[in-house]
């Protein structure tokens, strides 16, 4: 099969049948599965709750709530980029015995966590409600900033996936990457009570607006500030040049796993 064999439709059937063939296997490996989406975001919670809120004493109002609002998108993005940096160098077999367009590796990937960040997402929702957070027609711009968070995996994933090959030993370094990120991103502090330099310093990282969204529409009841549309487009500047690198390494990634 060639390059030219692969149409939309083949494309789309293709990501449809190896997503769910992920997700079967996963759901064998592990007893929790989906649980486990809430479970490791919960956990999380504990920890940097005993050491914000009880240790430093640096929480505030419904400081669990803003914990666990950021702490779930925060896992869709870390644990689908963790994963699609060697997505390439885990698929060496199959894309020695067969041609298939290299983007959809790290896409399969990305549906697959998609698939489980969504409901888990919808319980933190009524977790919120159920606090009594009265709700209000801000909600309705969550399938945007969930569109936007989106993209913005999207294109941090192929752009991982089209140069881990080029230098494998970046897949190691990518846990730490993260972890720096996430300290840079706002989920455990309101970037708002940063002054100055450091406050825009913060607020160049998409993450940081992406997360800030989210707190906005489901504790403040207001919708999402224009700094989304940046975010937005800087994910979709990502994958088009991560789409030009795989097309012209096409036939070379192989070799090079």
Not at 39 to 58: G, H, K, N, W
Not at 160 to 189: K, Q, Y
Request: aromatic letters at 12%; charged letters at 15%.
């Amino acid at each position: 099969m060639s390059r030219h064999d692969w149409d939309t439709a083949r494309k789309l059937e293709f990501l449809a049948f190896s997503t769910a063939a992920e997700s079967k296997a996963e759901g064998q490996r592990t007893y929790l599965g989906l649980l486990w989406w809430l479970i490791d975001p919960a956990v999380s919670l504990v920890v940097y709750y005993i050491v914000f809120e009880m240790v430093l004493q640096r929480g505030g109002p419904n400081f669990v709530l803003f914990l666990f609002v950021g702490l779930v998108p925060w896992r869709w993005l870390s644990a689908s980029l963790e994963q699609s940096g060697p997505a390439l160098l885990n698929s060496r077999a199959l894309m020695q015995l067969v041609y298939v367009p290299k983007a959809l590796f790290p896409l399969r990937i990305l549906a697959s966590n998609t698939i489980k960040f969504l409901p888990v997402f919808c319980l933190v929702i009524v977790i919120v409600l159920a606090s009594g957070i009265p709700p209000t027609r801000a909600l309705l711009f969550l399938p945007y900033i969930i569109l936007v968070q989106g993209m913005l995996i999207t294109g941090c994933a192929l752009c991982l996936a089209s140069i881990v090959p080029l230098f494998p030993d970046l897949r190691l370094i990518i846990g730490n990457l993260m972890r720096l990120w996430l300290f840079l991103s706002g989920v455990f502090f309101d970037v708002g009570i940063l002054e100055g330099k450091l406050e825009q310093t913060f607020r160049l990282n998409p993450m940081t607006i992406v997360l800030e969204a989210y707190r906005d529409v489901l504790l403040k009841g207001q919708a999402p500030s224009s700094a989304m549309l940046p975010a937005l487009a800087l994910g979709c500047i990502f994958a088009a040049i991560a789409i030009l690198v795989m097309r012209r390494l096409d036939f070379q990634y192989p070799k090079m796993v």
